[in-house]
């Protein structure tokens, strides 16, 4: 990929009619990056970096790169995810046991009692459950057409924890049979959502985009009369829509999903958890917070420690994938802004509160990282921390 985003920076650049001193002050990035990034020393660039620059030569981020994923996991992370991708994959991979004939009430007992697990991210815990549970599901739901509804709603939690695990090609069968199987528009309307957080994790912005964009068209609720489900489900595409634009330098955009956003989550009154369903937690508080994500994305550090001071996350649960990622975002805040005891401080209260959740991140690793450059001796937590992380020698 490197000559080919060399080769679109530079084009841009000149296109723009800016020199490369030019660019690094207009984009904020350094002419030394921005030298060695057209010359094709590097195979990459953060997703951040490509944003800054395709809004100094006044293009989309898409411009500059076609393709910007984040990693997918390691090879012992993989190994350690492997049986619940093959049992989405392939759901005779798992062996059947004797006499044991699944039934509807017991899969979605069993359902019902493990979505605590995916809510607190207990990943160890799920890799030995799911499995089984997808077994049972596959089967049931050829055997009771009642089961099939469960077996949507199992696909939808593993598509959604493989996302977070960044088992992404498992994760997109696992969301796509779930939608597929998606008893109404609402339940489709969740499952895409998760679907459009995954395709913004590959680097996928305009699908991610035109698709939450053609999906909250389609559910956009009447607010006189709409329902906490429908408030929830529109609500979370305009985010959708809204982290995505925001990704590809269409700020208006960013800006007018959230508002809508903003309406759904008045409406709605208070921050709430429709149907049960932690997917669709949904109010003011989880809008302020991808608020505050959009800043961080905007590179206005200081914009997302003041929502962070002014909005009460602490109503989330410690364990909620919101609230650690705006606390990804705080910690990067501080960091920007020279604060790095805070940085620490707030990525330790991640690695306490999820300390399964927290190694799966690249986020954390890269904030670490910036944060370790600048030391010359690095403290006990900075030491807990780039262990908990994986931060490379």
Not at 35 to 58: C, F, N, P, S
Not at 95 to 106: I, K, L, N, R, Y
Not at 315 to 321: A, C, F, G, M
């Amino acid at each position: 990929m490197s000559a080919d985003l060399a080769r679109r920076v530079r084009e841009a650049r000149k296109r723009a009619g800016l020199t490369q001193k030019e660019l690094a002050r207009l984009s904020g990035v350094s002419l030394s990056w921005i030298r060695a990034l057209e010359q094709g020393a590097y195979t990459d660039t953060r997703l951040e970096t490509a944003r800054k620059i395709a809004a100094a030569v006044g293009v989309p981020t898409t411009a500059l790169i076609t393709d910007h994923a984040e990693e997918p996991a390691d090879a012992a992370t993989a190994d350690q995810w492997e049986p619940v991708s093959a049992a989405v994959l392939n759901p005779l991979s798992v062996p059947e046991e004797p006499a044991q004939t699944p039934t509807v009430e017991g899969v979605r007992d069993a359902l019902t009692a493990a979505t605590p697990l995916f809510s607190d991210d207990a990943f160890s815990e799920l890799r030995a459950i799911l499995p089984h549970l997808l077994r049972d599901a596959d089967r049931l739901a050829e055997l009771e057409p009642a089961g099939q509804s469960v077996r949507a709603r199992l696909l939808q939690l593993t598509g959604w924890l493989l996302t977070q695990s960044r088992e992404f090609d498992a994760a997109e069968v696992a969301l796509r049979r779930a939608f597929n199987a998606a008893p109404d528009a609402l339940h489709a309307a969740t499952t895409v959502s998760t679907q459009c957080w995954l395709l913004l994790r590959r680097g996928r912005l305009t699908e991610a985009r035109e698709l939450a964009i053609r999906w909250a068209d389609d559910v956009e609720p009447r607010m006189s009369r709409a329902t906490a489900d429908e408030l929830s489900a529109w609500g979370w595409l305009l985010l959708r829509v809204s982290a995505a634009s925001i990704r590809d330098g269409r700020d208006d955009e960013a800006k007018a999903a959230l508002r809508l956003a903003k309406s759904a989550a008045v409406a709605m009154g208070k921050e709430a958890v429709p149907s049960e369903d932690f997917l669709r937690a949904f109010g003011p508080v989880t809008v302020d917070l991808k608020r505050a994500e959009n800043a961080m994305v905007s590179d206005h550090p200081d914009e997302v420690l003041r929502i962070a001071c002014s909005n009460p996350a602490k109503r989330l649960s410690p364990t909620s994938n919101n609230r650690n990622r705006h606390l990804l975002d705080v910690a990067d805040a501080h960091s920007q802004m020279r604060e790095y005891s805070e940085a620490i401080d707030t990525l330790t209260r991640i690695r306490v509160a999820s300390p399964q959740w927290l190694p799966n991140q690249r986020y954390a690793r890269d904030i670490l990282g910036r944060i370790v450059e600048k030391r010359r001796t690095l403290t006990p937590e900075m030491r807990e921390l780039a262990t908990a992380v994986r931060l490379p020698l």
